[in-house]
């Protein structure tokens, strides 16, 4: 049993920037971040492998970076340029192998284990 511990979320202005952290209670070898806003599906931001090879959807490039610490078993997810539309709750996901894992970030349902989710709230 994987445990996913988010933080790192809170209320920020436009323009602003945050950073979520991921941590798992044990080495995972792919790992997503995910977000919910309400009335909206969940939707993938960003996928990485333990290596570092990651994925993160045209809309959010250059504002969105993605980073494991193997030693840490975190995953940081930079979010910069904060716009009201990004408010939602985010999810740290983990999936227990490694195959086609940056694919899954299209598919939310594909997803082995879940954190409890961290609200981002952007005002402006």
């Known amino acids: 049993q994987v445990q996913l511990v988010e933080s790192g979320g809170g209320s920020v202005q436009a323009g602003g920037s945050l950073k979520l952290s991921c941590a798992a209670s044990?080495?995972?070898?792919?790992t997503g971040w995910f977000r919910q806003a309400p009335g909206k599906e969940r939707e993938g931001v960003a996928v990485?492998?333990?290596?570092?090879?990651?994925t993160i959807p045209n809309s959010l490039k250059g504002r969105v970076t993605i980073t494991p610490d193997n030693a840490k078993n975190t995953v940081y997810l930079q979010l910069n340029s904060l716009k009201p539309e990004d408010t939602a709750m985010y999810y740290c996901?983990?999936?227990?192998?490694?195959?086609?894992?940056?694919?899954?970030?299209?598919?939310?349902?594909?997803?082995?284990?879940w954190g409890q989710g961290i609200q981002v709230t952007v005002s402006g």
């Open positions: 990485t492998t333990i290596d570092g090879t990651h």
């Open positions: 996901a983990a999936r227990v192998g490694l195959t086609s894992c940056l694919s899954r970030i299209d598919f939310p349902l594909d997803w082995d284990y």
């Open positions: 044990g080495s995972i070898k792919c």
